[in-house]
């Protein structure tokens, strides 16, 4: 016990060299766990948002007042539920509709291709599952029609940027050489320049060069023949708008 104390005697400032590590290293610590707290924190809002809002509230937008907004109600739930279904069938219909677009982007009707494939089973049973008329729909099924419509917008998006990324590379060689034809004989078709056989005769082989290879709906041959019509025949073009002086 003597030498320990004789140590101390003679090393008594040593104290304060490790009473200053001591206390520095404690205000590091501090300082990691501030930190590590800080970052749970953080952790928990990311899940919180991620999570959604909790059912019975909606998120007002601003955080800063701290007040939130009744959940809309289930008719106002549904109404925008229709009109997510409604701008999502119209993104549809613009390649339903566009024999032009179609040979563009052939991937978004070609049944061979997995991610149409979904997307054509998600748009089936949300339309499915949407509501005919004045209907109202249980809390069970307006969850149902929720999810098919939250589906639906998310195959159709995957398919579609696989088709604008792939183009006609699914396709083989001569394939791609029908396609390319198509394409040239279509922009004969619509060219207000061509005169009236060379656009009928386009349009015919445009039909032929596309029969078996893309499944082109009779609705899309069907606008392509009013607007090849509507540029033959004057009389049955729409009249133009009139704007106020």
Known sequence: MQPILDFIGHYWWLVFVFGGVG???ARRMSQIGEKRHQRRLEIERIRAGNAGTPPGVESSGDASDGQQKPAPSPAQDLARLLADHDSLNARWLDYELDVAKMIDFPGMSDVREPLTVEYLKAKRRAD????VGQEELSREDLDAYREAVLAYGHAFDVAERNAQRVKDAAFSAEERERLSRA???LNIAVDPG????????????VRKELDGLLAVPQTAFSALERQIAAALDPSRRPAPEEHPG
Do not use: K, V
């Open 128 to 131: 499915s599952l949407r509501p």
């Open 183 to 185: 394409r040239q004989l």
């Open 194 to 205: 061509s005169t009236a056989p060379e656009r009928q005769a386009a349009y015919r082989r």
């Open 23 to 25: 206390a520095g290293w």
